[in-house]
Nanobody
Framework: QVQLVESGGGLVQAGGSLRLSCAASGRTFSNYAMGWFRQAPGKERESVAV????????RYADSVKGRFTISREKAKNTVYLQMNSLKPEDTAVYYC?????????????????WGQGTQVTVSA
């Protein structure tokens, strides 16, 4: 059973930075993809960034390219999302998710394990 616990959300002014963490447990993640997704009020959940655990290859949504960086620390079974130059439109609940196979795109398909989410609020 995969367990994912997010942390690091909060309130920040536009232009600021936050780093989200996702502590993963319950499996060996060598063949997994891990992703960060977000959902704003009244909107559908959308992909933010994905990383393949073994190879470290990454994908980003166009809206966050150049501002966000996804990474993983294998020794700690932790995935990070470094968010810089935050904008009010980045405000959402951010979720970490795991997929038991590599991902080659940004789709939600196959991401069956989810964390509880962490709120990120960016004020203008």
């Amino acid at each position: 059973q995969v367990q994912l616990v997010e942390s690091g959300g909060g309130l920040v002014q536009a232009g600021g930075s936050l780093r989200l963490s996702c502590a993963a447990s319950g499996r060996t993640f060598s063949n997994y993809a891990m992703g960060w997704f977000r959902q704003a009020p009244g909107k559908e959940r959308e992909s933010v960034a994905v990383i393949n655990w073994s190879a470290g290859t990454t994908r980003y949504a166009d809206s966050v390219k150049g501002r966000f960086t996804i990474s993983r620390e294998k020794a700690k079974n932790t995935v990070y999302l470094q968010m810089n130059s935050l904008k009010p439109e980045d405000t959402a609940v951010y979720y970490c998710a795991a997929r038991p196979a590599p991902a080659y795109g940004l789709g939600l398909t196959g991401f069956g394990s989810w964390g509880q989410g962490t709120q990120v609020t960016v004020s203008a």
